[in-house]
């Protein structure tokens, strides 16, 4: 089976950066995602690593490492709106995704 | 309008009573998931289509049935709701290709208490 884990809070102030890590178990690997999730509301897909290194989208970027199973989303210029959840997910096959825990992003004024 | 629609947002029932959640959704896509997401926990799978003939049970199918009617729908039941099914339930959608089952577009959520 496939497991992820994820610290469950990390705090911040507004401007600063902050990197949320994610290690995994997969049989066999697809790729790594990352969902946010602003509370009461939907996820919403973020960035996804297919491949080692670093993938950025603006203010956020996502990083790989296959051979740790490692991975982290690192948030810059953090404003207040990224207070929400965030999780990573990996498919167990070509089929279905896994989700983390998610990790609880508190960021202070 | 959204792409990714379900209904109803919000439910309350008794236990034992059969419920069905609706997703419908306008982007076209294959793939269509359900889920559910209990407080401070990440979202579950719970069953997963990948076209009208193609249904899959996820990771915690029990005590649920599903049915695709369309490709634009994808409704799930619970035949007899208990109290510990009280939950967010999500639907997604996903394209077909390599890779984009990492990239899943949610509806907003359905709300369900059992009672």
């Known amino acids: 089976g496939q497991s992820l884990e994820q610290p469950s809070e990390v705090t911040a102030v507004e401007g600063a950066i902050v990197q949320i890590n994610c290690t995994y178990q997969t049989s066999g690997f697809y790729g790594l995602s990352w969902y946010q999730q602003h509370d009461g509301g939907a996820p919403t897909f973020l960035s996804y690593n297919a491949l080692d290194g670093l993938e950025e989208t603006g203010r956020f970027s996502s990083f790989l490492s296959r051979s740790d199973s490692y991975g982290y989303l690192l948030l810059q210029e953090l404003q207040m709106k990224d207070s929400a959840s965030y999780f990573c997910?990996?498919?167990?096959?070509?089929?279905?995704?896994?989700f983390g825990s998610g990790t609880q992003l508190t960021v202070l004024p | 309008d959204a792409d990714v629609t379900q209904t109803p947002r919000n439910r309350i029932t008794k236990t034992g009573k059969r419920i069905m959640l609706e997703c419908s959704q306008t982007?076209?896509?294959?793939?269509m998931y359900w889920y559910r997401q209990d407080p401070g926990l990440g979202l579950r799978l719970i069953y997963y289509?990948?076209?009208?003939?193609?249904?899959n049970k996820g990771e915690i199918s029990d005590g649920y049935s599903v049915s695709r009617q369309a490709q634009a729908k994808f409704s799930l039941s619970l035949e007899s709701a208990i109290p510990n099914q009280t939950a967010l339930y999500f639907c997604a959608t996903s394209d077909v290709g390599q890779g984009t089952v990492l990239r899943q577009f949610f509806g907003p959520g359905t709300r369900l208490t059992v009672l």
């Open positions: 997910a990996v498919p167990g096959s070509a089929r279905q995704l896994t």
């Open positions: 982007k076209g896509h294959d793939r």
């Open positions: 289509s990948f076209d009208v003939k193609d249904i």
